[in-house]
């Protein structure tokens, strides 16, 4: 709420609306949700539709998609909403995506192919993996993952703080 539509201080909009100062501090910082009570009289004051002093709550719907990103030709797209831990990711990666530099950060990484061949490579190890299969690794352990340049690939991936061994399975490990 903005008393600054016909430059009233709060005084002078507290002797206008019949509201008290601290209320208005209270609504125009926030810290009070306003009624209908405190709206109108407020918004005849300033001259304006209830509408211009109050939005609309953003209600994220659960069928809409999140908005996807492009980071170095890949496509990443969110799936969870909270920034806490673990966070859900979808990513697809073109085929044209080159080469395979090994990084380590903090955490830890559960990759599902959906489609495609991924390339995998965690410290010595280069592995492909195809639809349905699964990798789980610590990310202090030097990795990368892509495309085999064969095609784009899509995946899901789950990461977080959670987890302290390495775990790989591929059909060739079963």
Partial sequence: MATTARALSLTELSRLTGISKS???RLESGQRKPSLELLLPVAVAL????????TAPRVVDPRVPPESSRTNGRVIVPLSRNQGEPQAFKLT?????????????????WLYVLSGSLRLVLGDRDLVLGPGEVAEF??????????????SVELLSLFGKQGERLHLRTRADI
């Fill in 23 to 25: 209320t208005l501090s």
């Fill in 47 to 54: 001259a304006v539709p209830v509408d211009d002093i109050v």
């Fill in 93 to 109: 990666i073109p085929a044209t995506e080159a080469g395979s530099v090994l990084r380590t950060h903090t955490g830890h990484e």
């Fill in 138 to 151: 610590n990310t202090q352990h030097p990795h990368w993952f892509g495309s085999t340049g064969r095609g």
